[in-house]
């Protein structure tokens, strides 16, 4: 059916069929979490100042399964993804976490089989950097354990950012965005498609999200960002699965993709390994909580959460333009260098920002809140 239509419609379809849907079942889910006492209550590291529903991802999961299972039906000739069943996986990860706060090990094992999943689709073991570094097509023995890291790293970094309004949802969009205009001028529609519907749930939770209401506010909750980093992390090892072919169609160096994709990811991914370096050079534990995270810096500088949300999400674009505009006009080497460069500017502008920052007394007593697994290990 969906091939007798303009491809215009199709996108207008999913997009407003993904955001309504969301629409509609968020303020029921909220009313459920409040009937039962499903909330997060504000610790000493929240940002927040009221009890809040943190079901948003039941929404998402809701609404994809929906609209997916409508898009696998109409592009039937395009060989399983195996999607369903590992995000599946990840909202019963999610979901526990929400509900009472799991063990480490219990999420990493959680997303481990997610990602195991994924390889039951052959052509997710064949990734290849198209000589960046001087690296080409991965080895079985090199993309599987690479696959891993990533896919792990990400699900737990984009979950890491999650932690005042706004921010997993507009940067999800940003970066869903950015993938979406790749996967569209490859030719790649299905894939779009999918960026498409991810898009859609994003803007209607972030209308609620931002709601000044108690009533109708939500969080996204492990089971929104395990969730979102999930698919992200796919549709990234996705546009490494591309051949040098298909790469070409975006006008720019095959070599300069890994690089490219990186800059587009870099919000969730440079803040945690900013928080890591940070914490291993103070001799701290590498992955004890607390408020140093980029969005906890601007806040405690007395930014609101829409203007920092806002504020990282300018930053992110500015630097996916800047990084496509170098792809298409320099090798690798330069773009690794304004990596680095980026990297460095943005380490030492966030820790002259942290210097003045008052610290503020924090109440000793045991976390009750919500924390990733990385958070959970040390």
Known sequence: MLTEIPFLLKVLLFLCSSFLITYYLIPKIVWV?????????????SSHHVVTPSFGGVAFFICFILC????????????SMFLIPGVTVLFIVGLKDDLVI?????????????????????SFWQLSFHGFLGIHELPVYLSVPFIYLFMIGF???????????????????????SLGAMFLQIGMEYFF?????????????????????????????????????????????????????????????PENLPA??????????????????SRKLSGQKIFLPDRNHVHHILIDLGYTHFKTSLMLSV?????????????????????????????????????YLKSKVRPLPLKRKKRKGRMSFLQHLF
């Open 33 to 45: 979490a409040r009937e039962k006492e499903l909330v997060v209550k504000p610790d000493h590291r």
């Open 260 to 277: 490219l994709l990186l800059i587009i990811l870099s919000i969730p991914i440079f803040d945690t390994l900013r928080i890591m370096v």
């Open 155 to 177: 699900i737990n970094a984009y979950n890491l950012i999650d932690g005042i309004d706004g921010l997993a949802s507009i940067i999800g969009v940003v970066i869903l965005g």
């Open 315 to 351: 930053a992110n674009i500015s630097l996916i333009a800047f990084a496509y505009w170098l792809s298409i006009h320099f090798s690798w080497p330069y773009l690794l260098g304004f990596i680095l460069l980026h990297c460095g500017m943005a380490y030492s502008t966030f820790h």
């Open 102 to 122: 799991s063990s480490a090990l219990g999420k990493l094992f959680g997303q481990v089989i997610a990602v195991s999943i994924l390889f039951l689709n052959p």
């Open 193 to 253: 498609l999918v960026c498409m519907l991810l898009i859609g749930s994003l803007l209607a939770f972030t209308r609620f999200n931002f709601s000044r209401s108690i009533r109708r506010k939500i969080f996204m909750g492990d089971t929104g960002s395990l969730f979102i980093g999930f698919l992200i992390g796919f549709l990234a090892l996705k546009m490494l699965a591309m051949s040098p072919t298909e790469v070409l169609r975006l006008g720019i160096l």
């Open 68 to 79: 997916y299972s409508f898009l696998r039906s109409e592009y039937a000739s395009i060989p």
